[in-house]
């Protein structure tokens, strides 16, 4: 478990986190979300393109994006069309890329 969470809001929202938890205000396409019972989460593809983003460990994104496939929580055809999307930031772009390779 990592020692701080991290989550995107929306750029209202305005409540205070609790220690631990790092806020990320964004506005993110219905495509990149998921409705649960009084929430939304975001997918399991933008769950991906956001920790490649980030400086997470490359031993986690792989492990990540392993299992993501393995249980068929993405498709690798999906994932290599969002890599083509101009809107990919290309640090994540890359990172996925040599990941895939990897597999």
């Keep these: 478990?990592?020692?701080?969470?991290?989550m995107?809001?929306?750029p209202n929202f305005r409540k205070k986190p609790p220690p631990g938890l790092?806020?990320?205000?964004?506005?993110?396409?219905a495509?990149?979300?998921?409705?649960?019972?009084?929430?939304?989460?975001?997918t399991p593809l933008r769950t991906l393109l956001d920790i490649a983003g980030s400086p997470?460990?490359?031993?986690?994104?792989?492990s990540g994006l392993s299992e993501a496939?393995?249980?068929?929580?993405?498709?690798?055809?999906?994932l290599e069309e969002r890599l083509l999307d101009?809107?990919?930031p290309p640090q994540a772009r890359k990172r996925l890329l040599v990941a895939l390779e990897a597999l």
């Design 22 to 29: 790092i806020l990320h205000t964004a506005v993110l396409p």
């Design 86 to 88: 101009p809107s990919t």
């Design 8 to 10: 995107i809001v929306a």
């Design 56 to 62: 997470t460990s490359p031993e986690h994104l792989h």
């Design 1 to 6: 478990m990592p020692a701080r969470l991290h």
């Design 31 to 42: 495509s990149d979300l998921q409705q649960r019972t009084a929430y939304q989460v975001t």
């Design 69 to 78: 496939l393995e249980r068929g929580l993405i498709r690798r055809r999906r």
